[in-house]
């Protein structure tokens, strides 16, 4: 039993609210029914020190919760409620509200006894969910907006900043990465970026521009980037431990200087690239990149992208063995301002911008939780999109074929909302209500500004990449690309537009919408007893050469230790299997590489699951002939109704995520996954040392049986340590073996 919420009446008297697990109610009602009829010897009532002060019991209502001194939100009108939980219960909150559809906001506050998320319900929704769960111990009105600080005097900006310095600890190592921002330089005298950006570490593609920004972009990602939207986390009052740095590399040149131009967008981004390489060459770095040409679009290779794709697989070096790769984090791109209701109508007009359209870089667009128009002066304004929607700022690719795009943006993260006038559908604005809140470039008269679209998104998705390298520094740059995007999922609005096609082909081309969700940190690093999680790092010849030609030569099957005991146990309860493979490929921005992307890729990599029934046999054989087979793409795995989007959906990218939804008795004796190569230039080079080159991925999967109460991974971590055992004993006997046969010598 625990105390929630606790306050005092008009009167003076104490009300408590007391959570009561259903294992208690027996304990407490034996207590009660003790002091009502048992006396001890001294006279008093059997737990008469408990009891004596109650007044009175009575069952607990959703206003008990409330101990917010504003009116507790009333009628069907959904806002946000900030919910105060005990911390081992925050999951079964999330859990919960998922379950029935409300909006959960990523961003915590946390307290000793207590974490802060915000919930954006009805009253009466709300008051399903606290009855739902266990982790609610009081309730609170909304929360704060960007436009409560930006409104704020000089002096409380400073107050709160002042603040949240003495929290913030630099938990770095000299091993810890850094998010290099390739933007309009930073302002490193900002209190909340000084200790986490040195001097030495920023930089400027031409000298002359020096490396301060001077016109606020750089600055306000650079607080993106570090601590998210500040809007949460200024009202934090737990120490901040950073460790993750920055790195800063003017791009763009000041007011006064010629541009760059559009031709050599690329050299200069690898040029970029270089600088903060040569200065600190050990340091693993997240390159961030949210700059755009609003003119360009589309989901053909420009000089630009087709430059990333180059410097992400460092394809100039020939051995690929040498090679350093780095993982680019761009901005799909924004709508322009200046637009009407009537101009959103087509939203699959306004495609990714260059060089969104990389193959081997992350394209982050945007999604939104931002819905409460604050400000006064806008109060009869409402927000352009609901809550969990995707932002009225980001582009899509859902004109572009799969047969040569990839899916873009492949995640999304918050980029704010635009607010309309009902009253004239033409007006419409971003506010500061409907915006993150940054760090500002002039910090001695604007220390805090605000910042939106799909530049804020990408920061925000480079910070997350970069906590995922500290977590493990063996990861390829390959392998933390491929844990974001696993670790994606659709908001409570999106998923019901999934659920509702029938069709592959929907599903992909909505896919190329809203990307395949919004990633997650704590899903990225977790894998709890109910969802287990697979990492490869691995390496294959795709090709060999074979007379004048080359042939697909090597494939990896991957035996999953399937726990077939809780499988059988749960029977018809659905289970998720979601794989997802990610490598870089050397471009080829060739006249004919719009055509297939056999022409512009160097190999290409699929996977394929064991179908129910098959023997692992027939399945080896089954991926084998692929290998005699004369197609240039090989989407020939067979049609699997209980795929989402099915092998035929993508064809292009070097990134391919998808899932298996189906009974957990459907999937025991599909445990094997396969990883095989598809055609590209590099199959076609009349040159064996091109041809015959190796070729590394990284593969994620996970089976997640919701929250049920079988334990999947105990024995998955039985099987393995008896398959090690084996292994070691086995190793053992051929050691005497040898060392009896020397004897025996």
């Known amino acids: 039993m625990r105390l929630a919420a606790a306050q005092r009446d008009a009167e003076g008297r104490l009300l408590g609210t007391v959570f009561v697990p259903d294992a208690s109610r027996e304990s407490l009602a034996n207590r009660l029914t003790s002091y009502g009829t048992q006396t001890r010897q001294s006279g008093l009532q059997q737990n008469e020190e408990r009891f004596a002060p109650i007044d009175r019991f009575a069952a607990a209502r959703l206003a008990d919760l ?32 998922a379950h029935i559809g409300l909006p959960v906001s990523a961003d915590h506050l946390f307290f000793p006894e207590r974490t802060v998320t915000f919930v954006y319900a009805s009253a009466v929704q709300m008051a399903r969910l606290v009855s739902g769960t266990d982790s609610v111990a009081e309730l ?79 600055t306000e990602l650079a607080g993106l980037a570090l601590y998210g939207d500040l809007t949460s986390a200024l009202q934090g009052l737990n120490p901040t431990v950073l460790t993750v740095g920055l790195e800063s590399v003017k791009l763009l040149p ?52 087709a430059a990333i794709d180059q410097s992400a697989a460092d394809a100039s070096v020939e051995d690929v063995e040498d090679r350093h790769r780095r993982l680019f984090i761009i901005a799909a791109g924004n709508i322009p301002d200046g637009l009407n209701e009537e101009d959103m109508e087509d939203w699959d007009s306004y495609e990714i911008e260059d060089p969104g359209q990389a193959w081997n870089a992350l394209t982050i667009g945007g999604v939104t939780q931002k819905a409460v128009v604050a400000e006064t002066t806008h109060a009869h304004w409402s927000a352009a999109v609901p809550v969990d929607e995707l932002s009225p700022y980001s582009r899509v690719s859902a004109a572009w074929s799969r047969g040569v795009a ?51 998104a990408a920061a925000q998705a480079a910070g997350m990449a970069a906590q995922l390298m500290v977590d493990d520094p063996a990861y390829w740059p390959e392998t933390v690309r491929a844990l974001l995007v696993h670790s994606a999922q659709w908001t409570a609005p999106m998923l019901a537009r999934f659920k509702a096609l029938g069709g592959k082909t929907e599903r992909m081309k909505l896919a190329r919408r809203l990307g395949y969700g919004q990633a997650n940190l704590e899903r990225a690093r977790q894998s709890r007893s109910a969802s287990l999680a697979l990492v490869s ?21 991957y035996d999953l230790p399937w726990p077939r005991d809780a499988l059988a146990a749960l029977a018809e309860q659905d289970v998720r299997l979601r794989v997802t493979l990610s490598y870089f490929v050397d471009p080829n921005p060739s006249a004919d590489a719009p055509l297939a992307p056999a022409r512009y890729r160097s190999f290409g990599l699929r996977f394929d699951l064991r179908k129910r029934g098959e023997s692992a046999a027939a ?52 445990d094997c996954l396969s990883v095989y190569p598809v055609g590209g230039w590099w199959k076609a080079s009349s040159k064996a040392e091109i041809s015959e ?53």
């Open 619 to 670: 399945f080896e054989k089954r991926i084998n002939a692929l290998a005699v087979t004369t197609d240039e793409d090989l989407d020939l795995a067979e049609a699997d109704g209980a795929r989402l989007f099915g092998a035929k959906s993508v064809s292009a990218g070097s990134l391919h995520t998808d899932e298996w939804q189906c009974s957990a008795a459907d999937l025991i004796d599909r």
């Open 66 to 97: 409330w101990v917010d001194t504003r009116p507790m939100p009333q009628g069907e009108a959904a806002q946000w409620w900030e919910c105060w939980c005990w911390p081992d219960r925050l999951h079964n909150l999330e859990v919960k509200a």
């Open 537 to 557: 790092q691995a390496s294959l010849q795709p090709f060999r050469k074979e007379g004048s030609g080359a042939r697909m030569n090597a494939f990896h099957f």
């Open 140 to 218: 609170r009105l909304g929360r704060d907006t960007a436009a409560f600080f930006m409104g704020s005097p000089r002096a409380d900006q400073d107050g709160w900043i002042d603040a949240f310095v003495a929290l913030i600890e630099d938990g770095r190592s000299e091993a810890s990465p850094a998010v290099c921002l390739l933007d309009t330089g930073v302002n490193r005298a900002h209190p909340l970026l000084s200790l986490m950006l040195h001097a030495g570490d920023l930089h400027a593609v031409h000298q002359d521009w020096g490396v301060d920004d001077d016109a606020g972009h750089g």
């Open 254 to 305: 000041p007011a006064g200087f010629p541009a760059n131009a559009p031709a050599s967008l690329g050299l200069v981004t690898q040029q970029a690239v270089a600088l903060p390489e040569i200065a600190a060459p050990h340091r693993p770095r997240v390159f961030c990149l949210a700059l755009g040409q609003a003119t360009v679009s589309g989901p053909r290779a420009s000089s630009w992208s």
């Open 406 to 456: 990839p899916v873009k943006p492949e995640l999304l993260f918050e980029a704010g909302n635009r607010a309309v006038d009902p009253l004239d559908l033409s007006h419409w604005s971003g506010l500061d209500s409907l915006s993150l809140l940054t760090t500002g470039h002039q910090v001695t008269t604007a220390p805090l500004t605000t910042s939106w679209a799909t530049s804020a």
């Open 693 to 745: 080159r190796m070729a590394r991925y990284s593969l994620v999967v996970t089976l997640d049986a919701g929250d049920v109460g079988v334990d999947l991974y105990a024995e998955i971590e039985q099987r393995i340590e008896a398959a090690i055992a084996a292994q070691v004993a086995a190793e053992a006997a051929a050691k005497a073996a040898i060392v009896t046969a020397i004897d025996m010598l």
